[in-house]
């Protein structure tokens, strides 16, 4: 088993930046790729950022250049810069034991709680 715990989430004006935090806890041994979604009201989850069990990061186009996925042993980091009312919505981190799962939330077998962002115009 595999825990998630994000944090970091908040409210913030147009143009400001959030980093997002995902504690990583359990059977971590294994390599997991780990991701981050999110969840505005009435829409589907999508993909934001991915990172494969060797480094490979993809980005959905909605956030290129504006946020940036990283992580250490036991910590997933997403900053977000340059945010728009449109990325407000309920983050998620995800982790799979497989070697890669990209931005399909379909793939991932372990989610966080979630924590809320907010972007105000």
């Known amino acids: 088993q595999v825990q998630l715990v994000e944090s970091g989430g908040g409210s913030v004006a147009a143009g400001g930046s959030l980093t997002l935090s995902c504690a990583v806890s359990g059977d971590t041994y294994n390599n997991l790729c780990r991701g981050w979604f999110r969840q505005a009201p009435g829409k589907e989850r999508e993909g934001v950022a991915a990172?494969?069990?060797?480094?490979v990061i993809s980005y959905a186009d909605s956030v290129k250049g504006r946020f940036t996925i990283s992580k250490d042993k036991n910590t997933l980091y997403l900053r977000m810069n340059s945010l728009k009312p449109d990325d407000t919505a309920m983050y998620y981190c995800a982790a799979d034991p497989r070697w890669a799962a990209g931005l399909w939330p379909d793939l991932y077998k372990y989610w966080g709680q979630g924590t809320q962002v907010t972007v105000s115009s």
């Open positions: 990172i494969d069990s060797d480094g």
